[in-house]
């Protein structure tokens, strides 16, 4: 266990719809991390907040956004969703925010249809 | 910008044989360098990590790497597989300038009794 707790563990939507996929960090943890794992893109970084702040971005679309509250959990919104949306969404953290260990949550499976 | 190429995309070994999955990166800077593996329905736990200290990196369960600057390579061994072994292994790059991580397509490593 990483201690990195994500929810849901399933989500099934129908294409048009907004999900919301909701991330913890490890204890003391300030950085959080979104990836998303799909069969034929692999594994893509999508975004970083550092305490709060965006650090880092990836191959995010447009459609997604996302948010690191003053608690530090963060919420991946996907929003116009398409079929190719489907996948499994990760969230990471770690201590600092650069070239630290992540650690990896269980991650989100995400079924549009 | 960094990439990195998992040259393989699936290696099969007999148990109690030594296994070689195979990374080359290309960096801009001085990269960091890991090994995550994910085993089915997980998230990814970290196997070992290179950051500019020394080439050869000794990881958990046995796992170690060695950084090749001279041949842009990073990969992976362990001198006698187990069958817990047998998982997705990914082979990550991270560039000094932002904590982008960009990740390998990943070697599935499967492992015969």
């Known amino acids: 266990d990483s201690g990195v707790t994500q929810t849901p563990k399933h989500l099934i939507t129908a294409t048009g719809q907004r999900v919301t996929l909701r991330c913890s960090p490890r204890?003391?943890?300030?950085?959080v991390y979104w990836y998303q794992q799909s069969l034929d893109q692999g594994l893509q970084f999508l975004i970083q907040?550092?305490?709060?702040?965006?650090?880092a971005k990836g191959n995010i679309l447009e459609r997604f956004s996302a948010q690191q509250f003053p608690d530090l959990h963060s919420e991946l919104n996907l929003s116009s969703l398409e079929l190719g949306d489907s996948a499994l969404y990760f969230c990471?953290?770690?201590?600092?925010?650069?070239?630290?260990?992540?650690?990896f949550g269980p991650g989100t499976r995400l079924t549009v249809l | 910008a960094q990439s990195v190429t998992q040259l393989d995309s699936h290696v099969s070994v007999s148990e109690g044989t030594p296994v070689l999955l195979r990374c080359n990166y290309s960096?801009?800077?001085?990269?960091?360098l890991f090994w995550y593996v994910q085993h089915p329905n997980k998230g990814l736990q970290l196997l070992l990590k290179?950051?500019?200290?020394?080439?050869l990196v000794k990881g958990i369960n046995g796992f170690e790497a060695e950084f090749k600057k001279s041949e842009t390579s990073f990969h992976l061994t362990k001198p006698s597989a187990h069958m817990s072994d047998a998982a997705e292994y990914f082979c990550v790059v991270s560039g000094a300038k932002n904590n982008d991580m960009r990740f390998g397509a990943g070697t599935r490593l499967t492992v015969k009794p």
């Open positions: 907040y550092y305490n709060g702040e965006e650090r």
């Open positions: 960096s801009s800077y001085s990269p960091s």
């Open positions: 290179y950051t500019s200290a020394a080439t």
């Open positions: 990471a953290s770690s201590v600092g925010y650069s070239e630290n260990e992540q650690f």
């Open positions: 204890s003391g943890d300030l950085s």
